[in-house]
């Protein structure tokens, strides 16, 4: 690695279907022609610092319909079976997509930490990438890093900051769903809009279908965006949507959504989760 290689660290959280993919493609481009190299990887536990996984698991059963659950639950398993058969593929664990690839994980329960913030100074890290990371990143560790820390959403941002994003753009009714990438503030998804990708809701699209295509397209985002880090092009671009902030559905909120006629996911979005990656 040379002085100009960009040092970068990915926050994550563990999640069998769609960030392994992202994680995948996002390590081909490294210490490639974009001039970035992960050096190390922290990845969380998927439910919010304050919440166990029993809170995660009762959010989502809110606004799945049994037989939502039982697909999802199915999915899950075959993740799992499959991981047991293709050790060496990957394919659906983040971990083993950054071991593969002999990245340091460096290993906390709080982001936040002193201990942590100060190791992140410690490898002279340029930026920090945010990949569905469940903690809100404090001022020191925005100032930890030598040039900026950026995070990918899955909506249009400004509209549909918070969480469960893909879930309120289908209730919502928009006509297109997008993903953005943003620098980092203390404010949840605030900062300067730096890269902005939308596309048209078909109307079999479900919430899986539209956290894999807005992942898919964030991906290349951030190989764009790292890139232009590197080469000190940065630029923000103007929002063009309106601001709204959602917060995790309710049950009848869930009710509701299946009245209007979307799904959370429907058999044939299987194809989504079981592809091995993005291309």
């Given amino acids: 690695m040379d002085d100009m290689t960009l040092k970068v660290v990915v926050i994550t959280q563990e999640e069998p279907f769609f960030i392994p993919k992202m994680i995948d493609r996002l390590l081909k481009e490294n210490q490639g022609e974009k001039g970035f ?16 996984m029993m809170h995660w698991v009762r959010e989502r059963a809110k606004i799945y319909t049994l037989f939502e659950l039982g697909v999802v639950g199915a999915a899950f398993f075959g993740t799992k079976f499959r991981k047991g058969l ?13 071991e593969s690839e002999d990245i340091p994980i460096f290993e906390t329960s709080d982001i936040n930490s002193n201990t942590f913030v100060e190791q992140i100074k410690h490898l002279n890290t340029d930026v920090i990438v945010s990949i569905s990371c469940p903690q809100i990143f404090s001022a020191n560790l925005l100032n930890a890093v030598n040039k900026v820390c950026i995070n990918a959403h899955g909506t249009l941002l400004p ?3 918070g969480v469960f994003g893909t879930w309120w753009t289908l209730f919502s009714g928009d006509s297109e769903a997008g993903s953005t990438i ?27 279908s539209l ?10 985002g951030l190989i764009e965006v790292l890139s232009d ?5 940065l630029k923000p671009i103007d929002p063009v949507h309106d601001t709204s902030y959602n917060r995790a559905p309710s049950k009848e909120l869930g009710k509701e959504f299946h009245k209007k006629g979307f799904r959370v996911l ?3 979005d299987l194809k989504y989760i079981f592809t091995k990656s993005y291309e």
């Fill in 211 to 220: 956290a894999y295509k807005t992942k898919r397209d964030m991906t290349n």
């Fill in 86 to 98: 293709n050790r060496n593929k990957n394919i659906h664990s983040v971990r083993r997509k950054f």
């Fill in 229 to 233: 880090i590197k080469n000190n092009s």
């Fill in 159 to 161: 509209r549909h900051r």
């Fill in 182 to 208: 943003h620098t980092m503030e203390e404010k949840l998804d605030s900062g300067d809009i730096v890269w902005r990708k939308s596309f048209q809701i078909q109307k079999d699209d479900t919430q899986y």
């Fill in 37 to 52: 190299e992960v050096i190390g990887a922290t990845i969380l536990k998927p439910h919010r610092k304050n919440k166990n």
């Fill in 266 to 268: 429907r058999v044939k």
